[in-house]
């Protein structure tokens, strides 16, 4: 998941970004995400029926720690991660 949020946090997920570019007056500038998110009061964790996650995991940013923008991840049974979407709690 680390190495997925990472991508996200270098633009590399563009089509992910609308609300980070409109978050606020001036958009927002995401940070590399400190290991805090895991365990912080706004993270959620599901267990899917399949055997995998579902995360809404706060997102960190210049300005904010956290900022009320979220990034949701779903991980396969496996263990794959895959961020799913950026929105606004």
Do not use: C, K
């Amino acid at each position: 998941m680390a190495r997925q949020l990472s991508r996200l946090v270098r633009g590399e997920m563009p089509d992910l970004l609308h609300w980070v570019y409109n978050y606020g007056p001036n958009g927002a500038v995401l940070v590399e995400q400190p290991d805090a998110i895991w365990d912080h009061r706004f993270t959620n964790a599901a267990r899917t029926d399949d055997g995998g996650w579902h995360l809404v995991l706060p997102l960190f940013t210049e300005a904010e720690s956290p900022s009320d923008l979220s990034a949701e991840v779903t991980v396969d049974s496996l263990g794959h991660a895959t961020v799913r979407g950026v929105h606004v709690l």
